[in-house]
């Protein structure tokens, strides 16, 4: 098996001053985990990496909400933070990089708004732009969960948890973001959705909705970035008397897989992917090895699944059964308060 060299980074929020990025390195061979730096953060939500593998992004939990970006030292693995700027609102949740890392997108929750950043040839952050969404009531319902690239060129995906749709903007040359062009998606009520992935063919998009656990596919239209819902599955496969809010998606790198978790059930679902129309299979659960699984994480090779499960304290990690996709869990290891699993690949 060829072996690939990855480090993990892992986002620890467990307040009281002691929140940090934590650095694993990773072997793809063996699935082993080194811890080889801690380097503090202020409550970090969630992190983004740059396309480069030099630099990454946090949102803050602090104040009226912050973004990070830190350089990352290949030799021993710590992150320096190089500047910050506010996020644009309260509650930043979410953070990612565009393609050709020019620009940081960031949805924050609580504020109702989504921030474009420019990034410097040094990673540093330049001050954004921000949209505020408009409720439907003064105290405002409306709470974006995440914000990032689709298949299509400058096209940025917003599902709005707190109004049920998914709000589709262009990226337009001055960082603005502009969101008269593509009509919105709207989706039942009581749906919430929260997080997404593409499918490596760039023709679909999986949507993950918390208030209902459900996983809602979409064609992407590739001429306009405009989305066309193909169906709808469970993330609970099986009956469960508890409450459960489903939080996140990946897409295995093949494309054949797609996993979800279950935050109550504290469950992963996996499911089967027909590459040729985008329809889900539901194939089953595993038990997320923790309490919370907040998100999930496949590492580059597709060998690996993780899960932070935030209230155990702990990062599970699974083997993909190549052959039925399924998550074997193999290891746990303790991470306070884990929320957020990114990978970068070793320089």
């Known amino acids: ?78 992150l320096t933070r190089v500047n910050r700027q506010p996020s644009g609102g309260a509650g ?23 921030s474009a950043l420019p990034v410097g040839d040094d990673g540093r952050l330049g001050r954004g732009t921000t949209i505020r969404f408009k409720g439907e009531s003064e105290s405002g319902d409306t709470h974006p969960h995440s914000a ?19 709000v589709t903007f262009r990226l337009k040359r001055d960082g603005t973001l502009d969101s008269t062009v593509i009509p919105d998606v709207t989706v039942p009520s009581g749906t919430g959705p929260r997080h997404f992935d593409c499918h490596p063919n760039g023709q679909f998009v999986y949507v993950v909705n918390e208030l209902n656990s459900t996983l809602t596919g979409f064609e992407v239209v590739q001429a306009t970035g405009v989305l066309r ?26 494309g054949q897989w797609a996993y979800a978790s279950n935050r109550g059930h504290d469950s992963i679902a996996f499911f089967a992917v027909d590459d040729t129309c985008g329809q889900l299979d539901p194939r089953g659960t595993v038990c997320a090895g923790g309490r919370t699984p907040r998100t999930i994480a496949l590492d580059p090779t597709g060998r690996f699944l993780f899960a932070a499960n935030k209230d155990s304290g702990g990062v599970a990690v699974f083997e993909i059964d190549t052959r039925t996709g399924t998550p074997c869990l193999v ?17």
């Open 1 to 78: 098996m060829v072996r690939s060299r990855f480090v993990m980074l892992v986002c620890s929020s467990p307040g009281g001053g002691n929140s940090s990025v934590v650095s694993y390195r990773f072997d793809s061979a063996t699935g082993t985990l080194t811890e080889s730096a801690t380097s503090p953060a202020e409550n970090p939500y969630y992190l983004s990496v740059h396309p480069t593998g030099k630099y990454a992004y946090t949102v803050d939990r602090v104040s009226d909400g912050i973004v990070s970006a830190y350089r990352i030292d290949s030799s021993d693995t710590t």
């Open 92 to 114: 930043p949740c979410y953070v990612s990089v565009n393609h050709d890392g020019s620009y940081v997108f960031v949805a924050n929750y609580g504020g109702g708004t989504v």
């Open 148 to 166: 990032a690239l689709g298949s299509v060129e400058n096209i940025v995906y917003v599902p709005d948890l707190g109004r049920d749709r998914i």
């Open 229 to 254: 819902e193909i169906g709808t599955v469970n993330t609970v496969l099986s009956p469960f008397d508890g409450e459960n809010s489903a939080s996140d998606v990946r897409v295995h790198p093949s």
């Open 331 to 347: 290891s746990d290891f303790s991470v306070p308060k884990p929320m957020c699993v990114q990978f970068v690949e070793s320089r």
